[in-house]
């Protein structure tokens, strides 16, 4: 008995009543519901250099972190212009993260700006090597020929992307200089007088802007940039930019997108698209909230019809952001491919219901508040503080984000129901669905409109191609393919073989990229991509010249193949 001693003493310990923790209190009762945070935005001040650079500071010194934002003046651009202003930025990022990797950076870029995150400790550090690239940097054929061969892999990347594909088919019924743009230059096609024009074009202070936020002194900020670019000139302002007519394609109602697919797959993205405004129109507050209440969180109509009650989704959503130009109201979701009719019916049903009969005073404040409260999340951050004050500078109304918000809670529901009767009505809508032909007969079946297919290529993305590849995926089985290059995988051996000569250490994986005629042969081959530890030039020319021998079979149609071969050397 004595070993049931420690037994009978933990027994009783078991209960003794718990001891109290430091948060017994506050579990005592339920917390009480607080009203809404007031929607705090950061105080901005705005200095302008002696070249013109306006410099717009968000001073916040509750974390030891800055942020650099240099965008550029907004211009009209043609496809060749927008290609090279993504380039150049892209290119700077690339020898921003490199140079700056001793200063812990984090580089973001855009086709229209260029973002940097640093401890605030560092960031002239930072300022002084971003204006060292931006003004002294000019970028060689080497330096381009990297970018090309990352943006290559991202646009083969985009080519197979259901969302990318429906990116490129929205741009298509959308004008051609508005928010998305349905021209594209593939990077493979620049030239570094393009990049250089771009340079030119846009790293100039005229018409551009600064931004320094976080934990910096402004004082001392405006002295040190004096000192460092106040010097920096650049050509004159470009012309303003005129708004086009809304849609430029009018006559398709559906457009199904053929992703080559022969069965349909188990979700397929749909995109309903209505005219907007730009940020001035006074319908833009009621635009704004017939998009939440419509698609944006789980309160939403179509988050809880097609989510909870028919559950042919995981969600949906809605977009709309007004700026200068007119921007499309987006509301979507992947739905499942046998409740494609009866989502789209769902959706046009939510759609008229907006049009007809007034929402209640409870919905439209739960929208309100749930956008705001959003937007302040979005503040919460100092990157959001640095986009608050780019979207100022961009719209040129201080504090754009304060007036988004009290125009919302102004809406009545009357403005919104004669809003949605304006923009959402059925001969306005254009609807986008990506996924396999045999989808045709059901979309028809739903009597929303005239279907028309078209395959991605039709908008531009042949262009990402320097190939200029087919969409559809040919009927050539992926076994068939494999099979030849097995049998002839003696080529390949071969390259790697005569790269071991050289590096004994050499192994990875090599990607390349081919196209296989309708005859058989393959009449095109590019390399794609390698991984680091096989980084050889020769090898890589000779595996790709390999795959421009292999003889296969005729198949109906062209297929395009990126095939990676694993090379060891115990292989």
Partial sequence: MKHAWPFLLWI??????????PDAPFRAAAPAVAPPPPLVFPALHEKQLANGLRVRFVVDKRLPLAELALVAPPHPAN????????????????????????LGLSVASSSSALRVHVAGALAAQAMDLLAELVISKRFSEADLNRYKRSARSDELTASVAPHAIARYAIAGILPPNGAWSADYLPASELTLNDVEAARRRLLRPAGALLVVAGSVEEEKWVTFLEKRIGNWQGPGAPPPQEPPDFWHQRTAKILLVDDGSLEPALLTPVAVFAPGVTFDDPDRAALELLSATLATGP??????????????????????????????????ASVRSGELVASLTTIFQEIERLR???????????????????????????????????EDWQLGVPNSQASRAGARRLVTPAALRAAAARYLAPEQLRVVVVGSAKLVPALESAK???????NPYDFNMAQASTFNLPPRRSARPPEEIQKVVRDHFGVFRRCYENGLRTNPRLQGRISTHFVIE????????????????????????????????????TAPGKVTVT?????????
């Fill in 12 to 21: 009783a310990g078991c209960g003794a009543a718990p001891s109290v923790t």
């Fill in 79 to 102: 496809r060749r212009e927008r290609a090279a202003d993504e380039a150049i930025f892209a290119l700077i990022d690339d020898a921003l993260t490199t140079d700056g990797a001793p």
């Fill in 299 to 332: 309160a939403s109509r179509l988050f809880q019809h097609l989510r909870s009650e028919q559950a042919a989704t995981y969600g949906a959503y809605g977009v709309f952001r007004a700026g200068h130009l007119p921007s499309p109201i987006v509301i979507g």
């Fill in 356 to 390: 007809m009969v007034e929402i209640s005073d409870v919905e439209r404040a739960g929208s309100v508040e749930a956008m705001n409260n959003e937007e302040l999340a979005n503040l919460a951050s100092l990157s959001g503080q640095v986009s608050a004050a780019v």
């Fill in 448 to 454: 929303l409109g005239e279907v028309t297919v078209m």
């Fill in 518 to 553: 309708a005859d058989g042969r393959v009449s095109a081959a590019e390399f794609v991509s390698t991984e680091d530890r096989l980084n050889d030039k020769a090898v890589q020319e000779c595996v790709v010249a390999g795959f421009l021998t292999l003889p296969f079979g």
């Fill in 563 to 571: 095939y990676p071969i694993i090379f060891n050397p115990g292989d």
